[in-house]
């Protein structure tokens, strides 16, 4: 089992109830082992790699309303 981690800056992050949206679109998802976010908009993700991608979950978060922020 190899897990990997990183941390999204998203968009659309405003308050708590944003973050409990958030929890709700991410729970139960094939492969994720842990999710942090705060009011920020960052949200740090650990899943295992032999089930899902980054990619698979970045598209969870923007079907969810949180779309990932650009790096400038």
Do not use: I, Y
Request: with cysteine.
């Amino acid at each position: 089992m190899a897990s990997a981690t990183d941390t999204f800056q998203v968009s659309g992050v405003r308050c708590e109830r944003c973050v409990m949206r958030l929890a709700t679109a991410l729970e139960g998802q094939p492969g994720l082992e842990a999710a942090h976010a705060n009011l920020m908009g960052e949200v740090t993700l650990t899943w295992d790699d032999d089930l899902t991608t980054r990619e698979a979950l970045g598209s969870v978060l923007s079907s969810s309303g949180f779309h990932e922020r650009q790096a400038v």
